[in-house]
């Protein structure tokens, strides 16, 4: 259903707005390189549930974007067989919009005919349980209101591939087992999911494979069950280290990272 080959993502750091300008008249400038992710390749078929792990700034959520179709890759290919969808707070709704509003919106801009929209909408409704707050703009929701809303649309909308960043931290407990039973079923039809999350135990508990990012590079991706204790290893070591060695790591690996994508430019 999807598949990575070498997938790089770089971003220009400019030191003000006038390098910035000078860039894109000019073409040049004096911005430094950050690579959100550095080659990386893999596979996902049907059926299968990717857990998308590792810690913060490490490229998940780059990637993530990149499978939805929200951002493109500076190089290297990503082809899915379907249509994608991605869930994460506030991710594709318009806060000026009612909630109503946004649920036909986001079935017109995949193709649905508003005859289809109102056949989906009570589901849509009912599912994200958010009362008469679906009549109010967005921007008077909170993050929770906004996650419920969220995986309520594109969950019901029916994506091949479905992308959920993040978007179960902010619910209850309650609210997250209706999304993961949902999750279930929407696995078992034979659709792909990648899913995001800093719990583990939710990770180990859902899916089938995991894919572990450190700084932008893919640092293991195969089964959750060989993947996840090798990730809760290097927590364990991560975070019994001070601040210092912590950074020193991390430059350690940056630095590591960096020869390897010249290496690869050569």
């Keep these: 259903m999807v598949k990575a080959e070498e997938i790089t993502k770089v971003y220009k750091m400019y030191e003000s707005n006038t390098e910035r300008i000078k860039d894109l008249i000019l073409g040049r400038s004096k911005s430094k390189d950050f690579y959100a992710l550095k080659g990386v390749s893999f596979t996902a078929q049907k059926g299968d549930c990717v857990g998308l792990i590792g810690m913060n700034g490490s490229g998940k959520s780059t990637l993530s974007n990149i499978?939805?179709?929200?951002?493109?890759?500076?190089?290297?290919?990503?082809?899915?067989?379907?249509?994608?969808?991605?869930?994460?707070?506030?991710?594709?709704?318009?806060?000026?919009?009612?909630?109503?509003?946004?649920?036909?919106?986001?079935?017109?801009?995949?193709?649905?005919?508003?005859?289809?929209?109102?056949?989906?909408?009570?589901?849509?409704?009912?599912?994200?349980?958010?009362?008469?707050?679906?009549?109010?703009?967005?921007?008077?929701?909170?993050?929770?209101?906004?996650?419920?809303?969220?995986?309520?649309?594109?969950?019901?909308?029916?994506?091949?591939?479905?992308?959920?960043?993040?978007?179960?931290?902010?619910?209850?407990?309650?609210?997250?087992?209706?999304?993961?039973?949902?999750?279930?079923?929407?696995?078992?039809?034979?659709?792909?999911?990648?899913?995001?999350?800093?719990?583990?135990?939710?990770?180990?508990?859902?899916?089938?494979k995991a894919l572990w990012l450190e700084y932008g590079i893919m640092k293991a991706y195969g089964k959750v069950e060989e993947v996840a204790p090798m990730y809760e290893r290097f927590l364990a070591m991560y975070n019994s280290m001070s601040k210092e060695e912590r950074e020193k790591y991390k430059q350690g690996v940056i630095s590591k990272q960096n020869k390897l994508v010249e290496f690869k430019e050569i």
């Design 67 to 208: 499978i939805a179709g929200i951002s493109v890759p500076t190089s290297g290919v990503i082809t899915l067989n379907g249509t994608s969808s991605i869930i994460a707070i506030s991710s594709g709704l318009n806060s000026q919009l009612t909630g109503i509003e946004n649920i036909e919106v986001k079935g017109l801009m995949i193709g649905l005919t508003m005859k289809e929209i109102n056949e989906l909408k009570n589901e849509i409704i009912e599912f994200a349980d958010i009362g008469d707050f679906v009549y109010q703009p967005v921007k008077m929701y909170s993050s929770g209101m906004k996650s419920r809303l969220g995986f309520a649309i594109s969950i019901n909308i029916n994506p091949d591939i479905l992308v959920i960043d993040e978007a179960l931290s902010v619910g209850d407990s309650t609210f997250t087992k209706k999304c993961l039973d949902k999750m279930n079923l929407f696995r078992d039809s034979g659709k792909t999911i990648f899913f995001v999350s800093h719990s583990i135990n939710q990770i180990k508990q859902f899916c089938n």
